[in-house]
């Protein structure tokens, strides 16, 4: 059964980093594209950004561009998020999706497998 499991979330400082990781069971990441979504309080789920099956592609969205920095280890079978300079705004549910396929991009409904979620708080 293919599955997909987040974690690394938690309460940090604005200015502070956290690393979520997602990992994947079932399957084997090599020909899939992974994307990291979240949602905020009371608002839509966006897309963050995504890796391409081979990793030589990724997407970010425009308002985490220098500050988050995807990677995967098809080694490992996980994909890493990395979060810099994180802003009270970040806060929210970030979710790791998959689909098989080569090229990435943003729009969730072209994702048809999905982890569970892991928060991320950013306050101070």
């Known amino acids: 059964q293919l599955q997909l499991v987040e974690s690394g979330g938690g309460l940090v400082q604005p200015g502070g980093s956290l690393r979520l990781s997602c990992a994947a069971s079932g399957f084997t990441l090599d020909y899939y594209v992974i994307g990291w979504f979240r949602q905020a309080p009371g608002k839509e789920r966006e897309g963050i950004s995504c890796?391409?099956?081979?990793?030589?592609?990724?997407i970010y969205a425009n308002s985490m561009k220098g500050r988050f920095t995807i990677s995967r280890d098809n080694v490992k079978n996980t994909v890493f998020l990395q979060m810099n300079s994180l802003k009270p705004e970040d806060t929210g549910v970030y979710f790791c999706a998959a689909d098989r396929r080569f090229s990435c991009n943003l729009d969730e409904y072209e994702y048809p497998y999905w982890g569970q979620g892991t928060q991320v708080t950013v306050s101070s």
């Open positions: 890796i391409a099956s081979n990793g030589d592609t990724t």
